[in-house]
């Protein structure tokens, strides 16, 4: 069954530094997304993106978040000078249209 | 908010009692889904019921959805240690947006 990977799956960085997350997602999904869930509360929206550009984004996603799809099949999100509340799980998924999304394991961000 | 609400926040069982979990939201959605997530690990998808439908199974499970109160349940029959777990419902809104909007989950535990 085709699932969304995602690496790595523990990322530690300090304070202030860049860190890039990547996922591929499904393959023929037409939307991909990003969304955090910092430990034991609520899974929040961060992004989507359909056809090469951001379909829709949270108040969360300011200018530090970028996201890309350099190739074709990598989406990869970029959290710039990161701050210890940027420490959370960070789930990719993607999906077809008005379908269920599929989840990847997720990558543990942690900032020392 | 969109966000869905769901109720109980916690709920223990014993193994082979039924759970049932509940969820509402203020906007008109388009379909409803409802994920599984295991501590620390990815979201799973469980069950997708659409804005006309009205009661949907899948195993164990069984969604019911009631637009008029805006509103949805679970129910886990003979449930299983194995079902231990935190549970999202989690909305596609009408109006374009393909983004999914999570509740807050209801983390079941089920005691052997």
């Known amino acids: 069954e085709p699932e969304v990977t995602q690496t790595p799956s523990h990322q530690v960085t300090q304070m202030g530094q860049e860190v890039i997350l990547r996922c591929v997602p499904i393959?023929?999904?037409?939307?991909f997304y990003w969304y955090r869930q910092i430990l034991g509360q609520k899974v929040e929206f961060l992004v989507s993106?359909?056809?090469?550009?951001?379909?829709?984004k949270s108040e969360i996603f300011d200018d530090q978040f970028s996201v890309e799809r350099p190739d074709g099949s990598n989406f990869t999100l970029k959290i710039r000078s990161t701050k210890l509340e940027d420490s959370a799980m960070y789930f990719c998924?993607?999906?077809?249209?008005?379908?269920?999304?599929?989840f990847g394991q997720g990558t543990r961000l942690t900032v020392v | 908010s969109q966000q869905g609400e769901e109720d109980p926040q916690a709920l223990s069982i014993q193994e082979g009692e039924n759970a049932t979990m509940n969820c509402s939201y203020k906007t008109s959605i388009n379909n409803l889904q409802w994920y599984r997530q295991n501590s620390g690990r990815g979201l799973v998808h469980l069950i997708l019921?659409?804005?006309?439908?009205r009661e949907k199974h899948s195993g164990r499970l069984r969604v019911t959805l009631d637009t008029s109160k805006k509103s949805s349940s679970l129910l886990i029959t003979a449930s299983r240690a194995a079902d231990t777990a935190s549970y999202f419902c989690a909305m596609l809104t009408q109006g374009g947006s393909e983004k999914l909007v999570f509740g807050k989950g209801t983390k079941l535990t089920v005691n052997p």
């Open positions: 993106f359909y056809n090469n550009e951001i379909s829709e």
């Open positions: 998924a993607s999906s077809w249209w008005s379908t269920e999304a599929f």
């Open positions: 393959s023929n999904h037409l939307y």
């Open positions: 019921i659409r804005s006309n439908e």
